[in-house]
């Protein structure tokens, strides 16, 4: 098919879908078609994917691999936060009724992604969950947080900052990509001193969707009387997994991305027994300090995109997080399987089950990412990212790569128009 042929009827099928379907419409016909098979078996039953892609309203002129970055929401999600704007609008007394369900969403999240109500704030995004933890702390100088240099950078700018004026001491630890998990907790272990107050790091990083060990480095640093911040912007609802599992103390993440919620809506856990000793960013009474709802104390806010995570969170149920995941696995075992061979070409993500899904990058020997991705939008309509670690020069360290983040709208033809691009760029 040519590329205008495929425009024209990928476009048919968006109109028509829109007007004929729902998301959960989908999706009810998505199942009759995955029936009861195992997570592994439904990843490869197009016509399930085919319904629950019909769950979006999608711009059919591009092919979108940057779902790491923010997706779209499911059009049920998408209608619920725009039927929310106009009734609080309406009446912006509903704020109070939309309140009522801001409290369900709370319990259900909490249900969903195992832990307690009360141990659950709900943030604007992960920005927001962990500068809450990173300035929340009481520290002195010469105290030390252990870090990566692969870390989120606006939350190395804020340790940075929290140096420069308060003269804490930031480590920042390097690894090659990828990695074990024996080997980053042996670069951890290596760098805790008597001073380390905190260790901060992914749960999977935005660059290459490398993995930590987040129990065992969690319990490294509880051991250690050392308090444990995880990022999980990349994680919560990509990958199954329960956050009392993970045994850390404060975990952060955005809900925009995996989950698919409206923009603007993340979560920040915070273990019951640190509760108390976190500090709020926005002030709240002394009456307040062993409230979870304490780190929500930011003035008047929309609670619309707050109040739709509901129907993100029935659509992520319908489709089930093993599905999910078993599905992006799949999708991105696909185009690396497609470009592995060529030999100019150095995959930076895992290859093992259970340590990548959905979100993986590639370098190109030689060439900047910086120039593929315009490349790959202008002439293929692809949108990628760049994957790019500013850590020490050398062919481990100092990688530009590609990041290639699929959705579970995205389909086998988009991703063989993904491989047969990079070929033709090669
Ligand atoms: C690992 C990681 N942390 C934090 C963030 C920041 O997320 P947000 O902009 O939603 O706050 C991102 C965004 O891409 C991310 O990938």
Request: charged share 25%; glycine share 6%.
């Amino acid at each position: 098919m040519s590329r205008r042929e495929f425009l024209r009827t990928s476009a048919a099928g968006a109109t028509v879908a829109t007007a004929a379907l729902s998301s959960l419409d989908a999706l009810a016909a998505a199942e009759a078609q995955g029936g009861p098979q195992s997570a592994e078996e439904v990843a490869v039953i197009e016509p399930y994917w085919r319904e629950v892609r019909q769950a979006f309203t999608l711009d059919p002129s591009l092919i979108n691999l940057n779902n790491g970055n923010t997706p779209p929401s499911p059009q049920t999600v998408h209608e619920a936060f725009k039927r929310h704007l106009d009734d609080s609008n309406r009446l912006p007394m509903h704020y109070l009724t939309l309140q009522a369900r801001v409290e369900e969403v709370r319990r259900e999240l909490a249900t969903e992604f195992g832990c307690d109500p009360a141990e659950l704030a709900l943030t604007r995004n992960a920005t927001e969950s962990l500068h809450i933890a990173q300035l929340g702390l009481d520290l002195r100088p010469g105290d030390e947080v252990i870090t990566t240099d692969q870390d989120y950078p606006r939350m190395l700018w804020l340790w940075d900052q929290r140096a420069r004026r308060e003269g804490i001491v930031i480590k920042r630890v390097q690894f090659p990509v990828p990695t074990t998990a024996a080997d980053l907790l042996q670069r951890f272990e290596s760098a805790i001193t008597p001073r380390t107050r905190v260790m901060h790091f992914c749960h999977i990083t935005n660059t290459t969707g490398q993995l930590f060990p987040v129990r065992e480095l969690s319990r490294l640093a509880r051991a250690r009387g050392i308090v444990s911040i995880v990022d999980g912007a990349q994680a919560v609802a990509h990958l199954p997994f329960q956050l009392r599992d993970l045994e850390c103390d404060l975990y952060g993440t955005s809900l925009h991305k995996w989950l698919m919620a409206p923009k603007g809506t993340g979560f920040l856990y915070v273990r019951r027994d640190m509760i108390e000793r976190v500090w709020p960013l926005y002030a709240a009474p002394d009456s307040m300090r062993g409230d979870v709802r304490k780190f929500e104390e930011i003035g008047t806010h929309p609670t619309a995109a707050r109040a739709a995570i509901a129907e993100a969170l029935t659509f992520h149920r319908a489709v089930g997080g093993e599905r999910k995941a078993a599905r992006l696995r799949y999708l991105t075992m696909r185009w690396i399987n497609g470009l592995r061979s060529r030999p100019q070409v150095r995959i930076l993500s895992s290859l093992e089950p259970n340590e990548t899904w959905g979100l993986a990058s590639f370098a190109i020997q030689g060439v900047n990412a910086a120039t593929v991705v315009p490349m790959l939008l202008e002439k293929h309509g692809i949108v990628v990212s760049a994957a790019v670690n500013q850590g020490l020069p050398g062919p481990v360290l100092d990688y530009s790569g590609v990041r290639v983040t699929p959705s579970i709208y995205t389909s086998i033809e988009e991703i063989d128009r993904f491989i047969a691009a990079v070929r033709t760029l090669l």
